[in-house]
């Protein structure tokens, strides 16, 4: 038996710790926390100093059992999670849960999974820091009482099923006020003039004037003056430049430039640092520091030296902006400088080479520049026109690396070089257009520039900016919009070869694609919220709590105090409201129905956004009509809501059976008989004819007919989400790449359904017929315990082979939904 054992939180990063450490070593991992609050109460004893309830739930039990039987029989115990907040706790509820012995117990911490840092930690080991468990008890505890009480508030008076947090309900009010003030934007138009020139040796080159006019007759009228004008260089002015390199990655950044030039979701950044971080190949990713070790410096500046010279090596140190910085004292860089491009799957790669080249740049010389101003004038009026170049004399860190930007307004092409020029050298015009520019709307955010705007602000922290923007899309207040933009016309004036021509242009505008955008669910329970808990969701308090949270970890605020602080003030709120508040239903009077008279409205439903015709207040009962996916509460018309009572539409017969078009929860389609077919992305239901209605039928019916027949049982074929597939018997059998899908061959057929029987009896690790149950293979080497449709997970430390069937009934029955009894009918009073 190992005379050590050292506990971490993740499988991944226990196998790499493995390697560095000898016999005496045994590394095991907790898989994440072993104990939090239950999933199914408050679990915080308010009137107890806020006491939370810690428990350890059923699938970890068996994984407790095993680390506490390993626990005794070693010398040593050595905590080893991540060294924030989270991981502290962590290492808090193991020494609880494990019981361990406090003499037998050692905390350490390491910001990169290399030898030497893990070497250094065992040989400085330090005590739990209670600080820092505090400060995540806090989080935990005030995001659970404001999660808690808030969404039984709006399950009440908005709809069921809906929840509410402390930051993510602030992120989702960020967006909601973007979009109102995009929509709420009355664009201005102003003529920008620009020119093209020529010098006396034919070189042509770019300039524009300093000065836009508010309409076209002042425009035009510009134009005019520079007929017949004679042009010359006013100026030429050169001066020196530089550029600095931008400080290694923090957590924030990093998503932002992963975004910029991977286009990586946030959460897809940071599942993929996790990796990198675990294979030991970058520090730890979770950190507001910008930081660099005397170590990493000096690496760097010998992978400078020794890629492209001493000349482009320059040491620096950075000053984070970030008010309470986390615990990580580094920022996130590679673990090995050298180590330029190692061995790893795409995304990893991707990933590391930008933080490896961030990183180097971050320790690289200034970029020497040489700026050019050129000033032109006319002879006929004072107005001057300017071009400016840009030179590179020596590149410095652009050799390697050159930050992104979001900051749309600014993104304009890099000035290049001009031609040779002299003062007082005359030049010849070409043309000069005067165009009509409106200003532009502010811009909705995308995930990174959430992520800056969050930052700003001093809401959230490192580690929860990733999961706090999947919250709020997975929740369906946000979505990932297509918004298609409208046309815009335009008017462009051109003066060329001594006459002014005008050009009638359009352009699209408006249009966004993978931007974040609220939906109409997003937007009500944004007001309601703002409407009566405008405390908890303003910015500034917001950003207070993470400072209140930053000084428990520093030790300078009793974390009881802030929770007792905090709920004094916000349950009473919470009762008050949820007592007195009208529900919230996003209502919007659009007119009146010209057939019945009657009002026509639209509003959140149970089922979703929906018109309705009538009031409760009516003598016949209203009537609904769905809202299409790509329409919302707050901007759609009377007449479009009106069109939407034509559904479902009538398309004629076919083979004997009605065809109607009509949308559902999945979108547009067509109804043939008892068969549901989904109309294409483009396509809808208020317009499809009964031609293309047939097409789609027909289209249907080939991919539905057999192909084959196998054991008495027929085989279909298909092509679904994960690609082509044959059906037989109930069972969808992917088709991979070896076989040719449009040609199946009889033995091709027989061999994939022989193939995917084999897996399906493999895949069964323990069977109870009788009892319906069994233990199947799941992905990621986990297992399911399976009873009909109910399926429940065991995590990857249970020994499947040897579960006993007594537990799996057990959890079975915790997760088999238990049936509604009708209440019955209370006996009518006699007369």
Known sequence: MAKNLVIVESPAKAKTIEKFLGKDFKVESSFGHIADLPSKELGVDVENDFTPKYIVDSDKKALVKKLKDLASKAETIWLASDEDREGEAISWHLAEELKLDKDKTKRIVFNSITKSAIQKAIENPREINFNLVNAQQARRVLDRLVGYE??????????????????????????????????????????????????AEGNVFNAKLNKTFASKEEAEAFL????????????????????????????????????????????????????????????????????????????????????????????????GKSKGAQEAHEAIRPTEMTNQSPSLERDQAKLYELIWKRTLASQMSDAELERTNVRIKTDTHNEAFTANGEVIKFDGFLKVYLEGTDDEDNAEEQEGMLPAMKEGEEILNNYITATERFSRAPYRFSEASLVKKLEELGIGRPSTYAPTISTIQNRGYIEKGTIEGVERKYVQLVLE???????????????????????????????????HFEGILDY?????????????????????KVMKDFYSDFHPKVLHVEENADRASGERILGTDPKTGKQVSVRLGRFGPMVQIGTVDDEEKPTFASLLPEQSLASISFEEAMELFKLPRSLGEYEGEEVEANVGRFGPYIRFGKKFI????????????????????????????PIA?????????????????????GIFINVSKKYDYDNLSKADIEELIEIKKQKEIDKVVQDWPEEGIRIEKARWGRHNIIKGKIKVELSKDIDAANFPLKEAIALIEKKTPKKKTKAKPKPKAKK
């Open 678 to 705: 989904s109309l294409d992305k483009d396509e809808s239901a208020m317009d499809i004819g009964m031609d293309r209605a047939i097409e789609l039928i027909k289209a249907k019916q080939k991919a539905d007919a």
């Open 224 to 319: 005019k003056q520079n007929i017949g004008a004679n042009f010359s260089i006013a100026s030429l002015d050169k001066k020196p430049a530089k550029k600095s390199p931008a400080a290694p990655f923090t957590t924030s950044t990093l998503q932002q430039e992963a975004s910029r030039k991977l286009y990586f979701s946030v959460s897809r950044t940071m599942q993929v640092a996790q990796r990198l971080y675990e294979a030991g190949l970058i520090t730890y990713m979770r950190t507001d520091s910008v930081n660099l070790s005397k170590e990493a410096i000096d690496a760097a500046r010998e992978a400078i030296i020794s890629n492209y010279g001493k000349k482009y090596s320059k040491e620096r140190s950075f000053t």
């Open 540 to 560: 500034h308090f917001t950003a207070k709590v993470e400072e209140d949270f930053d000084e428990i970890a520093s030790g300078g605020e009793d974390w009881k």
């Open 709 to 729: 027949e196998y054991e008495g049982h027929e085989v279909t074929k298909g092509v679904g989400r994960f690609g082509p597939f044959i059906k037989w018997n």
């Open 150 to 199: 808030l969404s039984p508030v709006l399950w009440k008076k908005i709809k069921p099923g809906l929840s509410a947090g402390r930051v993510q309900s602030v992120a989702v009010r960020l967006i909601v006020e973007r979009e109102r003030d995009i929509e709420s934007f009355t664009p201005e138009a102003s003529f920008r003039v620009a020119a093209s020139f020529k010098t």
């Open 497 to 531: 070869s001594n006459k002014v021509a005008t050009k009638n242009l359009s352009e699209n505008v408006g249009s966004d694609k993978g931007k974040m955008v609220p939906t109409d669910i997003g937007v009500i329970v944004t007001d309601f919220l703002v409407s």
